[in-house]
């Protein structure tokens, strides 16, 4: 039996392409995967997760100002702003209404906001958007925001037009 010659590029030592590898030095077999740790639910956080049929109940006709993320799964700036956002809900739930609309799912409401990218920050004052920021934002930028419609947005709301609901394509 001919000895196999070892590689210029192989370690001495060190089994080659052909050389049987013992069963004590075999890599681990790795089974299915295991699921993550539990997340704590965005309920649980503060934070609601709305769509088309329940958007009326939680936004438009909230005692409270509402703060509303608009995003969509795919969208890598959503799942950066999201934990802060998430945090704030937290710091604020005493106050003001924290939820998150999946634009992929919830196309009507998404469309009916004139909602083009992601993620979408609409604040709710009475029912009516009062202020509006538009794509990835610094997490300072978003608290001082939502500072800024806690003092102002009452006022403001009631300078808004009134939104039509008898929207129909046959009009």
Request: hydrophobic fraction near 35%; include cysteine.
């Amino acid at each position: 039996m001919e000895q196999e010659k070892p590689d210029k590029d192989q370690q001495p030592g060190t089994p080659g392409p052909s050389t049987p590898i013992p069963p004590s030095q075999s890599p681990p077999v790795i089974g299915p995967a295991q699921p993550a740790q539990a997340s704590i639910p965005h309920e649980q956080a503060g934070l609601v997760e709305v769509n088309d049929q329940a958007w009326e109940k939680i936004v438009e006709k909230s005692d409270k100002p509402v703060a509303v993320m608009f995003y969509s799964t795919t969208c890598p700036y959503c799942r950066v702003i999201e934990p802060y956002f998430i945090a704030y809900a937290k710091e604020f739930k005493e106050t003001v209404i924290f939820a998150r609309l999946n634009i992929m799912t919830s196309m009507w409401t998404a469309e009916r906001y004139g909602i083009r990218g992601t993620p979408t920050f609409k604040f709710f004052c009475g029912g009516k958007p009062v202020f509006e920021i538009v794509g990835a934002v610094f997490p300072v930028i978003l608290k001082k925001m939502v500072d800024e419609v806690l003092v102002h947005g009452k006022e403001c709301a009631g300078r808004v037009t009134e939104i039509n609901y008898d929207i129909s394509g046959y009009g």
